[in-house]
């Protein structure tokens, strides 16, 4: 048997669905992979020994070919920008009534709402080698990004005696690590029925003719399909048919990195109920043209996110008439979904497209064409799909404003803005402010850190703190 026949032999025996779907599509792998136009993957099998093609086989099946013809129909033309540009409908943070926020507590007594947390990327800038989550972030308990949004989660089930499903979306780069460190942590006190880990999938990293690289020898590379993979995987794991089937209302949407990101919402969950809301997208306010960040805006009457440099310099500098930026609501990532609105998504057929960008990768270079070679630095073409290409086809979306100081505490980088040191004196002047209002002196504090088990918001802090009298000096982890 030559060697393709063998790969097309073991991809025809074996029993996976995606496996049978491939040979479906075509009679073998090598006109599945000439019909793709990946014929370099057959040249590279024919030079390796059996044992490598054993390998290689491995990793060819366990791609999704159909991602070849997804791009090719529905790819994101990123840089189409036509269309007309309008503000977005986003209620401000001044304009918040305490009639929402009742509701919103009511949705959650009444166990309608869940919380997806994705955490599938690849976390490259922050130059760790493990998943973000497990990342020590905890400024004075030097506890993991885990531990900080499942206690979030935990303090959110015992306030209203309910296991409130949290779901966590892996990839292949952070399952396996992420779920022995819940199991290792005892789930950090969580049910584990409900914590859900779900994987996103993965597609082929390619280079810039459309081939698919390799990252060593035996492998192909590849890339986790974005966070919009997580309305994909919630459908595909039945994930979200079960939210639906057992009565789940609202699904709060958070990203890993985001430390400070609530789970406890009711302003959120009750301004969705207000307005029959298919998603609500948190933003803060840009204050400068130059600052760079994806804007909620309406084009054509949808909302949807676009990047600054969509905008023309003329939008960018635009003002309202009040003299604030006219396209001024900066995304956080972070969403209310209705799960109504994912499932009809769904129901009706809908995909989210990908869009490409270019990253330095390690691939794997057949240098002398004899199945011998190494990795170099070339430049990869990743796609990947982006949750908020839900917003347009939305019946209602709107924005919602957050204060940055009380929301928002992003993990992106090693150093500089968005890194840890950012991190933590983003949650230490909170803390400060929380222990300020009880009447607190902070002084003497060096550093300070609040437990979610002891209070998420500072109205949460106020009705425990009164009760304790200890003077506060030096680092302090209240708990
Ligand atoms: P980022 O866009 O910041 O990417 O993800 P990243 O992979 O974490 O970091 P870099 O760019 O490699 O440094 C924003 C959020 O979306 C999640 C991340 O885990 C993070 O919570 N995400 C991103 C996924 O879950 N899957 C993806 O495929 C991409």
Redesign the pocket.
């Known amino acids: 048997m030559n060697e393709v026949q063998c790969i097309s032999t073991l991809l025809r025996e074996s029993t996976r669905d995606r496996i049978v779907k491939v040979s479906e599509m075509d009679e073998t792998i090598l006109s599945l992979l000439r019909e793709k136009g990946q014929a370099h993957l057959i040249e590279h099998a024919e030079m390796l020994s059996p044992e490598e093609q054993q390998a290689f086989e491995k990793s060819l099946t366990s791609i999704d070919w159909g991602f070849f013809d997804e791009i090719a129909a529905s790819d994101a033309d990123d840089e189409d920008v036509s269309g007309e540009l309008s503000e977005s409908v986003v209620l401000d943070l001044s304009d918040r009534a305490p009639s929402l926020s009742d509701a919103g507590e009511q949705a959650y007594k009444d166990g309608q709402v869940a919380v997806v ?10 130059g760790y080698s493990g ?3 497990c990342y020590s972030i905890g400024a004075v308990s030097n506890k993991s990004v885990y531990q900080y949004h499942a206690e979030k989660v935990l303090a959110l089930s015992r306030r209203y005696q309910k296991a409130v499903p949290f779901l966590i ?3 292949a780069a ?1 399952h396996a690590e992420t779920k022995s460190f819940f199991e290792s942590h005892e789930m950090f006190g969580l049910e584990s029925e409900q914590v859900s880990f779900f994987q ?1 999938g993965m597609v082929p990293t390619l280079d810039d003719q459309g081939k698919v690289l390799l990252s060593s020898k035996t492998s192909l590379m590849c ?8 309305f994909t995987a919630l459908v595909r794991e039945g994930l979200l048919e079960r939210l639906k089937r057992d009565g789940y209302k609202h699904l709060v949407y ?5 430390i400070l990101g609530p789970v406890f919402d009711p302003d959120l969950i009750g301004y969705a109920i207000q307005e029959s809301a298919d998603v609500i997208t948190k933003v803060v306010e840009k204050t400068k043209p130059e600052e760079k960040v994806g804007l909620l805006v309406r084009r054509d009457g949808k909302d949807q996110i676009l990047e600054y440099i969509h905008l023309t310099e003329t939008q960018n500098q635009e003002r309202a008439e009040d003299g604030r930026l006219r396209y001024r609501w900066g995304n956080t ?1 972070m969403h209310y979904w209705s799960i109504d609105y994912l499932w009809d998504s769904h129901a009706s057929g809908y995909h989210l497209p990908f869009h490409k960008s270019r ?1 330095a990768v390690s691939a794997y270079a057949d240098l002398e064409n004899k199945g011998t070679g190494g990795n170099k630095s070339v430049e990869g073409i990743k796609h ?2 982006f ?1 908020f290409d839900l917003l347009p086809r939305a019946g209602v979306s709107l924005g919602m404003e957050i204060s940055r100081e009380l929301e928002f505490a ?1 993990l ?2 090693a150093e500089g803005a968005d890194s840890v040191e950012t991190v933590h004196e983003l949650t230490d002047g909170l803390y400060r402010s929380w222990l300020q209002a009880a009447g607190a002196s902070t002084d003497e504090l060096t550093r300070i850190e609040v437990s979610p088990l002891l209070a998420t918001s500072q109205s949460e802090f106020l009705e425990t703190w009164p009760k304790r009298t200890e003077k506060l000096q030096g680092e302090v982890y209240l708990d």
């Open positions: 947390m994705v955490a599938g990327g690849q976390g490259s800038r922050l998943p973000k989550g979306m892996t990839s952070t996103q890339n986790p399909d974005g966070h919009g993979g997580c958070l990203q890993v990195d985001n990532a990253k990947e799909r949750i992003p992106k980088n």
